[in-house]
């Protein structure tokens, strides 16, 4: 199994319950880990055994960015939701960090887990 990570992808979408989070974008930090089957792709040097991790990300930046969200957990979910379309991923994990959500700390996140 190949772990490929997708780290602290920056994005800006709007995210919160709150009237000033719903009325300007806000940093999301999104790190991405998921497994495949990789043999065929090493063996050959052949894209197309291999899972296009610029497709993925391609597809979150146009989910997050293009959408609002009053939950971190739904917008973890979607996001894996994402990653896990790929038929050869056997196991993904995603979590989302929103920087400054809370006084005291550095931000808040939520991660989230599957596999076939």
């Not at 994005?11 to 300007?24: A, Q």
């Not at 990300?57 to 957990?73: C, M, P, Q, R």
Request: no cysteine; glycine share 2%; aromatic share 8%.
């Amino acid at each position: 199994m190949l772990t490929i990570r997708i780290k602290n992808l920056r994005l800006r979408t709007y995210i919160g319950f709150n009237d000033d989070e719903r009325r300007k974008r806000q940093d999301v930090i999104i790190n991405v880990r998921f497994d495949y089957q990789a043999e065929k792709a090493a063996d050959s040097d052949d894209v197309d055994y291999a899972v296009n991790y610029r497709t993925i990300t391609k597809k979150i930046i146009a989910h997050v960015e293009g959408n609002s969200f009053l939950l971190l957990e739904k917008l973890t979910a979607e996001v894996l939701d994402l990653v896990m379309e790929a038929d050869t991923v056997r196991f993904a994990q995603v979590e989302v960090d929103k920087p400054h959500a809370l006084r005291f700390a550095d931000s808040v996140s939520a991660s989230l887990s599957t596999e076939r």
